[in-house]
């Protein structure tokens, strides 16, 4: 697996922790890192960044969620959906030197790996979406 794939599911992972855990102790990314298997830096210093810059827009790129995913409440959505949406739309908005193709495609191997068999499709719907109206 490429670098920044795996930073990607790293950083799924831990935004994925820190939404289930939202009403008790937040973790932190040091925390993350101590459960796992040791990354490379590479590895540690691009998921940290996604999963920073994910929380530090989160208010923004929700509501840019709510209003492309139509019938769809935000909080009735899969955890790992949503968060899988939260990482998209961070590296759509944000991901400097990352080309739009690679954002939608790296969230659709998320949404195959981790979510349901309709996952991709609702991702690849959303991202593509809010792709086309940025």
């Known amino acids: 697996m490429r670098s920044r794939s795996?930073?990607?599911?790293?950083?799924?992972?831990?935004?994925y922790q820190a939404d289930i855990r939202r009403?008790?102790?937040?973790?932190?990314?040091e925390e993350f890192w101590q459960a796992h298997e040791p990354a490379p830096a590479e590895v540690r210093t691009y998921a940290d960044a996604l999963v920073q810059g994910?929380?530090?827009h989160l208010q923004e790129?929700?509501?840019?969620?709510?209003?492309?995913?139509?019938?769809?409440?935000i909080n009735r959505m899969a955890v790992i959906d949503r968060n899988i949406l939260?990482?998209?739309?961070?590296?759509l908005l944000y991901g400097e030197g990352t080309p739009a193709k690679v954002c939608l495609n790296e969230a659709?191997?998320?949404?195959?790996?981790?979510?349901?068999?309709?996952?991709g499709k609702f991702i690849?719907?959303?991202?593509?979406?809010?792709h086309k109206k940025r």
């Open 61 to 73: 790129i929700d509501a840019l969620i709510a209003a492309h995913a139509d019938n769809w409440d």
């Open 23 to 29: 009403a008790g102790s937040p973790s932190t990314p």
């Open 108 to 119: 659709i191997e998320l949404a195959k790996r981790f979510g349901d068999a309709e996952s």
């Open 124 to 130: 690849n719907g959303i991202l593509d979406a809010i």
């Open 6 to 15: 795996k930073s990607r599911e790293c950083a799924l992972q831990m935004l």
């Open 86 to 91: 939260r990482l998209g739309v961070f590296e």
């Open 54 to 56: 994910t929380m530090q």
